[in-house]
């Protein structure tokens, strides 16, 4: 009798260990709204053409990656190869008329030394020397302007980021400020869509929950836009980590709306027999289980909670037994 009786005394000293009492008591819960947010780049960056043409050439595609400076088309008017043309046929006839022009001058200025003719004519020759001047430098300018649309044909790359969408092909038929390619860069964010019911429960600072294919994350509403549109108000989300393979992607995400009274008790508090949920609650005659209706499971700082929505008042004392 004497083992039995010392292993039955080891029994309920290690029950009385387990046995772990709770102050009930009222705590903040965080009410969460559930939305969709969906990835987007910080910076969306049109590559437009700077002349009208036809495209002679292409080298991207969606999803390619590009740098600031990058050609990605070429962009030919075969107008202005003509005008080109004209202008050096333009230039080579005024060099010709210079020529005769500057000679004459020189032959002028002999004469008027030995008095042949006025200094009227001589001025007149002079003259004219300096306005074909004039009209070659300006032809050369000219030239110089026709050169450098030419140029423009080459599409730089207005940013580094990846290829977005390319609206046009090779061959294709532009107007000067056309969108040849949509570039996006600046790493990436979330952007979400809240009913306006619930804009004024948002504030700049606020952390959301998100899931990822890489598991849970958290993030910061970055900004919140004064703009509502369809009834919905747009906010950007930063989170750390978040992937930029696939821009307009959408995840979900749960916002932080209100704040509200809790009674919670740890998830290991309550036990279930017969369908019903119990906890066992100190009273002036000793343990007593009581019947209880929980609620939605909390977590904070790591732990499981359990909400009571009836059958328990704050300030009552809840036994916690692990099993």
Known sequence: MRPLLLSLVFSLSAVSAMAQPIVVATHDVTEWKSVFGQVETRDRLPARARIGGTVESLAITEGDRVTRGQPIATIRDDKLDFRIDALDARLSALTARLETATTD????????????????RFDELQTAVSVLQGEIAGTEAEKLVVARQIDEGTVLAPGDGIVLSVPISRGSVLNPGETLAEIGGGGVYLRLAVPERHATALAQGDGIQITTAQGPRTGIIAKIYPLIQGGRVSADVTVEGLDARFVGQRLPVRLPIATRKALLVPEAALTQTGGLDFVTVETATGPQQRVVLPGARVTQDGTQWREILTGLMAGETVVQTND
């Open 105 to 120: 001058l020189e032959r002028g200025r002999q004469l008027r030394d030995r008095g042949v003719i006025t200094n009227q």
